[in-house]
């Protein structure tokens, strides 16, 4: 199956800081991602769309100011929480759609686990 | 959003036996996809089931949708150990690919 990657797997930052997360496509090209936030026990919640080469769609209630997603290239996006505060903490997953011809499902990313102090 | 419900919410079964989780809808769908999250990971795919399908299989996992109750089961059967895990149905809407995931249904292996 696809392989996608996360960078970081954990990080723990102060209050006001911002923290990038990027998720990467190995071998395959997504011309879309998605990045998805989970809290304990929950199920995931769809941030937004990124799309290559052009802004990304956020879900309602999300605050695209706040979570910055720049989708660079066709295997890289990246999602930044700006100004983090402790109700940020969460689990961020991001997910990329492989070409058509390989089907409908998404491939997953292992997940960065975002802890704000 | 969430568009999906599963129930039951978690399950304890023994090694050797069957497992039944549910999942339902409220628009729609394209196709509708199972995943598995073991704690603290990322998805894992399962399976997927398109609109005009009733029921397909993957190994010891069989899925089956009824869209006229806009509802999908999934079985996963001689469970294992490593079986253990929460899993969620999805369902991809068509257009945008956009996957809507159901609350999950924790699953708890006895060996």
């Known amino acids: 199956g696809a392989v996608v990657s996360q960078h970081p797997s954990w990080v723990i930052c102060k209050s006001g800081t911002s923290v990038k997360i990027e998720c990467r496509s190995l071998d395959f090209q997504a011309t879309t991602m998605f990045w998805y936030r989970q809290f304990p026990k929950q199920s995931l919640m769809l941030m937004a769309t990124s799309n290559e080469g052009s802004k990304a769609t956020y879900e309602q209630g999300v605050e695209k100011d706040k979570f910055l997603i720049n989708h660079a290239s066709l295997t890289l996006s990246t999602l930044t929480v700006t100004s983090a505060h402790p109700e940020d903490s969460s689990f961020y997953i991001c997910?990329?759609?492989?070409?058509?011809?390989?089907?409908?499902?998404?491939?997953f990313g292992p997940g960065t686990r975002l802890t704000v102090t | 959003s969430q568009q999906g419900e599963e129930d039951p919410q978690a399950l304890s079964i023994q090694e050797g036996e069957n497992a039944t989780m549910n999942c339902s809808y409220k628009t729609s769908i394209n196709n509708l996809q199972w995943y598995r999250q073991n704690s603290g990971r990322g998805l894992v795919h399962l399976i997927l089931i398109r609109s005009n399908e009733r029921e397909k299989h993957s190994g010891r996992l069989r899925v089956t949708l009824d869209t006229s109750k806009k509802s999908s089961s999934l079985l996963i059967t001689a469970s294992r150990a490593a079986d253990t895990a929460s899993y969620f149905c999805a369902t991809d809407r068509g257009g945008n690919y956009k996957l809507s995931f159901g609350a999950g249904t924790t699953v708890t292996v006895r060996a």
């Open positions: 997910s990329a759609r492989p070409p058509l011809d390989r089907g409908y499902e998404q491939y």
